[in-house]
C-alpha cells in the first residue's frame, strides 16, 4: 500500500510533470524539424550547448532572461549549422547530426576552461526562481501544481498546445507535414520548402537550447559537462514515439519521466544501478515495440534533389 | 487562338540534345496528344512549358500571351497544370488537404469546411466520385490520379498537361480516364495528353504531334491516322507489330506453384505449372502480387503458405543461390536495383549472378579473361550496343540493358526463365526485340513465367494466361479462350466477367 502510494502521489506526479519539460520540448523541436524532412540526432548537442549558453549568459549579466535568451540564440545557432550542412551542403544528416553531439561536448568542455578554469564544470550561477499563479494556488490539492513551480512548466504546456494546433489546424502545419512526406508535391504547390526546411531546424535548436537551460539553471544551477546524459536521445525515442504528433510527443515525455521520477522519489527494495536503468531500458522497450509500425515523415532524411 | 505555341525548342544536356528545335501549337479546348517513344523528348518539353527547365533557345506563348521568365508558379498563374507520372500525393492526409495545399482556404488557420465543401463541389462536377475527407492512401491508383487532376483545376488550370497518366491503370479504369479527359474537354479544358500508346491516342485526341529523338515529327488530325503510320512516324521506320508466336508442343512441369499466399488478405492461394517450352502470363496491374509471386519464386522473400517446386524439387526452404543453380534464369521487374548495378562495368555486370561459377571464379578468383569472353559474345549475340565492355551499366539506353540482361539470365541453359515486366520502359523496336528472345528461349524448351502489366506482351507471347488480382488469380486459361474484352475486366476485379 505504502507503494502504491508513493507512486500516485502529488510529488510523484509534480517530480513527473518537471522532468518531462525538457524531454517535451527537445522532442517537439524533433518533430518540427523531422516533419521538415531532416532528421535531427543532435537534439543531444543542442541540448548540452543550450545548458551551456544558459549558464555563460546568467554568469555574464547575472540576469536569468538574459541567460535563457543566450540558450536560445546558441541552441538556434546549432540549429543553423545542422541546417546549413543538411540543406546546403546536403552532409549525411545522421553524420551531421552526431557531429554536432561531439561538437557540444568537447566544445562546452573547453569553453568552461576558458571562461572559468575549471575541468568540466562551471562555476554557480543564479537558478530561475518559481512562481506562484494567484488566486490559482488555494484550490486544495491542485493547488500545488500552481504554487512555487518553475515558469518552464507553463511554457513547456502552452507549446504543446501551440505546436499542435499549429501542426494540424494551420496552412504552415499543413504545408510542413506535406513537405516530410513529399517534399516534390510540396514544391510544385508553391511552397518554398528550402525556407521551411530552415525555420524548422533553427526552430528545433531552439527548443533544444531552451531544454537544456532548464537542465542547467533550473533543475541545477551550474554546469557540468555532458550534463544532458541521454535525454536528447530521449527526446527523439518520445518524437518517434509519439507519432510525429506534438500531443503523442507530450504524452510519450511523460512517461519517460514518469520512469525517471520513480527512480528518485520511491524507495525500492532494488539496487540502484537498475532503477537509474529504468528510464532507457523503458525507451528501448517502447523503440523495439514501435519501432516498425509508426509511421513517420516518408521522406525525412532524403533531400538528394 | 492557340493555348499553347512552342517554337523551336532546343534543350541540352550536356552534350545530348533533348530538345532539337520542336514546334508544338496546341488549340484551346482540344485533346492534343503528344507521341513518341521513351526518350524522344516529350517530357522535357513539356517541363520546359511548366517552367521546371529553361529552353536554351525557342519562344513560348501562353494564350497568346509570350512567356519570360518562366517558372512553376507563373505557369500556374497563366492557367497551367500538369499531372505528373509519379504522382505527388500524400498517403498519410486527406483528399482534400492534399488537393488544397499551398493556396488554402481562410489564410493561416485553415478553414476546414470551406475547403472541404470546395474541392467536393469540383469532385461532384467532373463526377470524380471522390469522397473529400477520404484519406488518399486508401485510394486506388485510378481514384489517385483523380486527385491529381481535382488538384491542377482546383488551382484553377485551363490547360493541362498529363504525363504518361494511363501508365499505371487497368484497361477499364482507362476507359473511365478517357471519359473525364472527354468531360473536361466538354467543359472548356485544353488537354495535353502524353503517352507512347497508340491505342489511347486514337480513341482520345482530337490531334497529335509526333516526336522522335528530339525533333517534332509532324502534327496531324486524329481523324487521318492509323495506328501502323503513327507507329512508323515514332520510329522512323516501317514497323511490325505484329509478332507470330508458332504452335510450340509443351513437355513436362517445371515449375510448380501449390497455394501459394500472396498477399496476407487475399481471398485464396494461387497454384499453377508451367511446362517445357511454354510460356504463362500473369496479367493485371502491378501491385496485386505480382512482386511478391516474383520474389516468392526467387527465394526473395518467405512464403509462409504454399509450396514451389522446380523440375520436382521442392524449393520452398531453399535460398535464392541454390534455386538458381537448378537452372533458373531471373530477368527482375526492378531492372536498376536488382538485375543490374548500374555504375559497374558491363563485365562485372555479366558475372552478378554467376559469381559462384567455376567457369568465372577460381578459388575465389575472378577469371577476367573468361568473363570478358564471355561478356563479348554475349554483346553480340543479344546485340548490346555499348562503347565498350569497361563502360557504366548505367549510362547504356533502357533498351541495352535489358538486351545484357536477358542475354545473361539466357546464358549457361536454364531450364526456367521469370521475366518480370521484362519490357518495361523500352521503346519499340527495343520491346520486340525482346519478345523474340523470348519466343527463341520457348522454342528451345525453356519454360517461362511473364509478368507484365503491359497487356499487349502477355496476349502477343503468353500460350496461358492467369489473371492476378489481388493477391488472387481470377481466371487462368489458354490465350485463345480469353478475349481482350474479358482479360481487362478481370484485371479490374470484376470477376463476373469470367
Redesign the interface.
Same mark, same amino acid.
Given at each position: 500500500m505504502n507503494l502504491i502510494h508513493q507512486i500516485f502521489s502529488m510529488n510523484m506526479l509534480l517530480a513527473t510533470l518537471r522532468m518531462a519539460i525538457p524531454l517535451t520540448l527537445a522532442s517537439i523541436g524533433g518533430v518540427i524539424c523531422e516533419r521538415s524532412g531532416i532528421i535531427n540526432l543532435g537534439v543531444e548537442g543542442m541540448m548540452l550547448s543550450g545548458a551551456f549558453g544558459a549558464v555563460a549568459g546568467t554568469y555574464f549579466t547575472g540576469s536569468s532572461l538574459a541567460g535563457i535568451l543566450f540558450a536560445l540564440l546558441v541552441g538556434g545557432l546549432t540549429g543553423l549549422l545542422h541546417a546549413v550542412l543538411c540543406i546546403r551542403f546536403h552532409t549525411r544528416q545522421s553524420v551531421s547530426g552526431v557531429g554536432i553531439n561531439i561538437l557540444a561536448s568537447g566544445l562546452t568542455i573547453v569553453l568552461c576552461r576558458a571562461v572559468w578554469k575549471r575541468d568540466g564544470l562551471s562555476e554557480t550561477v543564479k537558478q530561475v526562481p518559481g512562481i506562484s499563479i494567484p488566486g490559482l494556488e488555494k484550490i486544495p490539492v491542485i493547488g500545488r501544481l500552481f504554487r512555487g513551480q518553475s515558469p518552464y512548466l507553463y511554457i513547456t504546456v502552452l507549446i504543446v498546445i501551440i505546436a499542435w494546433f499549429v501542426m494540424y /489546424?494551420?496552412?504552415?502545419g499543413? /504545408?510542413l507535414?506535406?513537405i516530410g512526406?513529399?517534399p516534390?508535391?510540396?514544391?510544385?504547390?508553391?511552397?518554398n520548402v528550402t525556407k521551411y526546411r530552415y525555420v524548422s531546424v533553427v526552430l528545433c535548436g531552439m527548443l533544444c537550447g531552451f531544454a537544456g537551460s532548464y537542465l542547467s539553471i533550473v533543475q541545477s544551477n551550474l554546469f557540468v559537462k555532458d550534463m544532458v546524459a541521454g535525454r536528447g536521445y530521449m527526446a527523439l525515442a518520445a518524437t518517434i514515439f509519439g507519432g510525429w504528433n506534438p500531443a503523442g510527443s507530450f504524452l510519450t515525455a511523460l512517461l519517460f519521466a514518469f520512469a525517471q521520477a520513480i527512480r528518485i522519489n520511491v524507495s525500492l527494495n532494488i539496487p540502484e544501478q537498475l532503477l537509474q536503468m529504468l528510464p532507457y531500458v523503458l525507451t528501448l522497450l517502447v523503440l523495439m515495440g514501435v519501432g516498425g509500425r509508426v /509511421?513517420g515523415p516518408?521522406a525525412s532524411g532524403d533531400i538528394k534533389d | 487562338m492557340y493555348a499553347v505555341e512552342m517554337k523551336d525548342i532546343i534543350k541540352r544536356f550536356g552534350s545530348f540534345t533533348a530538345n532539337n528545335g520542336i514546334t508544338l501549337l496546341v488549340k484551346k479546348g482540344e485533346i492534343h496528344c503528344l507521341l513518341g517513344e521513351n526518350g524522344a523528348g516529350k517530357s522535357t518539353l513539356m517541363n520546359i512549358l511548366f517552367g521546371l527547365y529553361r529552353q536554351d533557345s525557342g519562344e513560348i506563348r501562353i494564350n497568346g500571351k509570350s512567356v519570360e521568365n518562366h517558372s512553376?508558379?507563373a505557369a500556374?498563374r497563366m492557367g497551367l497544370g500538369?499531372v505528373?507520372q509519379h504522382f505527388?500525393? @500524400?498517403?498519410?492526409?486527406s483528399v482534400w488537404?492534399?488537393v @488544397? @495545399? %499551398?493556396?488554402?482556404p %481562410? %489564410?493561416?488557420?485553415?478553414d476546414r469546411k470551406e475547403s472541404i465543401r470546395k474541392v467536393q463541389e469540383l469532385s461532384d462536377r467532373y463526377h470524380f466520385e471522390l469522397n473529400a475527407e477520404e484519406q488518399v492512401g486508401n485510394l486506388s491508383v485510378g481514384m489517385k490520379q483523380r486527385v491529381e487532376i481535382l488538384?491542377t483545376v482546383y488551382r484553377g488550370a485551363e490547360i493541362i498537361i498529363m504525363d504518361e497518366p494511363t501508365a499505371v491503370l487497368s484497361p477499364p479504369e482507362v476507359e473511365q480516364f478517357l471519359m473525364i479527359l472527354r468531360d473536361m474537354r466538354a467543359d472548356g479544358k485544353t488537354i495535353i495528353f502524353i503517352t507512347h500508346k497508340l491505342k489511347e491516342t486514337l480513341a482520345v485526341a482530337d490531334r497529335i504531334t509526333v516526336l522522335r529523338a528530339g525533333k517534332s515529327v509532324s502534327t496531324i488530325e486524329a481523324g487521318n491516322a492509323s495506328a501502323r503510320e503513327l507507329a512508323g512516324m515514332m520510329v522512323g521506320h516501317e514497323v511490325d507489330l505484329e509478332i507470330e508466336r508458332p504452335f510450340n508442343e509443351a513437355g513436362g512441369a517445371v515449375l510448380s506453384v501449390e497455394g501459394l499466399r500472396l498477399l496476407p488478405n487475399a481471398a485464396s492461394t494461387v497454384s499453377f505449372d508451367i511446362r517445357e517450352g511454354e510460356i504463362f502470363g500473369i496479367a493485371g496491374v502491378e501491385g496485386n502480387g505480382q512482386k511478391q509471386l516474383e520474389e516468392m519464386i526467387m527465394g526473395l522473400i518467405k512464403c509462409r503458405e504454399g509450396r514451389i517446386s522446380v523440375l520436382g524439387k521442392d524449393v520452398t526452404k531453399l535460398g535464392t543461390r541454390k534455386r538458381r543453380q537448378l537452372g533458373i534464369g531471373y530477368i527482375p521487374s526492378d531492372r536498376l536495383n536488382r538485375a543490374l548495378l548500374s555504375s559497374f562495368s558491363l563485365e562485372d555486370n555479366y558475372l552478378l549472378g554467376k559469381q559462384f561459377s567455376d567457369n568465372y571464379v577460381r578459388h575465389g578468383i575472378v577469371r577476367h579473361k573468361a568473363v570478358k569472353e564471355a561478356a563479348g559474345t554475349l554483346m553480340r549475340e543479344y546485340d548490346v550496343r555499348a562503347a565498350g565492355m569497361d563502360q557504366a551499366a548505367g549510362s547504356l539506353s533502357g533498351g541495352n540493358q535489358q538486351k545484357l540482361v536477358v542475354g545473361r539470365e539466357a546464358s549457361d541453359e536454364p531450364k526456367l526463365i521469370i521475366a518480370c515486366q521484362p519490357v518495361r520502359g523500352l521503346d519499340i523496336g527495343a520491346i520486340h526485340y525482346i519478345h523474340e528472345i523470348l519466343l527463341k528461349l520457348r522454342k528451345e524448351g525453356k519454360a517461362i513465367l511473364l509478368i507484365s502489366a503491359e497487356l499487349t506482351d502477355i496476349q502477343q507471347l503468353s500460350d496461358r494466361i492467369a489473371v492476378l488480382y489481388k493477391g488472387e488469380i481470377l481466371a487462368a486459361r489458354k490465350n485463345e479462350d480469353f478475349t481482350e474484352e474479358e482479360i481487362g475486366l478481370l484485371i479490374a476485379g470484376h470477376r463476373e466477367a469470367v
Open positions: /489546424r494551420t496552412n504552415v499543413l /504545408r507535414r506535406v512526406d513529399h516534390k508535391a510540396a514544391e510544385a504547390a508553391g511552397v /509511421r516518408q | 512553376p508558379l500556374s500538369m505528373h505527388m500525393l @500524400v498517403d498519410a492526409l488537404e492534399n @488544397v @495545399v %499551398g493556396l488554402e %481562410g %489564410g493561416f488557420r485553415i488538384k
